[in-house]
């Protein structure tokens, strides 16, 4: 069964704010947003709510699990890539 539209809105509404927000907490992480895709609110046809993430660029993903890390933050960058911030892959 369809959601009523106005709680269809409401739904759209939540995953929009949402999904500024983490924008805003990447960036307050100082993650660029040449780091990550698209990130967008969506809402399923059964009506949740949900934010997709898309792809994080490596050191990006590891700026975000040290932020959710419990303890004391940590800065190191993942496989020592981080200092990369062109978008191209780092040699292996």
């Known amino acids: 069964m369809?959601?009523?539209?106005?709680?269809?809105?409401?739904?759209?509404?939540?995953?929009?704010?949402?999904a500024d927000a983490l924008r805003g907490a990447l960036a307050a992480l100082g993650v660029p947003r040449s780091a990550h895709g698209p990130i967008r609110g969506v809402v399923t046809h059964q009506g949740h709510v949900l934010v997709d993430v898309g792809m994080l660029r490596e050191d990006a993903a590891a700026a975000v699990a040290?932020?959710?890390?419990?303890?004391?933050?940590?800065?190191?960058?993942?496989?020592?890539?981080g200092e990369d911030r062109g978008g191209a892959a780092a040699p292996a």
Do not use: I, V
């Open 2 to 18: 369809p959601l009523p539209m106005p709680q269809w809105r409401e739904r759209w509404q939540r995953a929009d704010r949402a």
């Open 66 to 81: 040290a932020a959710l890390s419990p303890g004391p933050p940590h800065n190191a960058p993942a496989h020592g890539h």
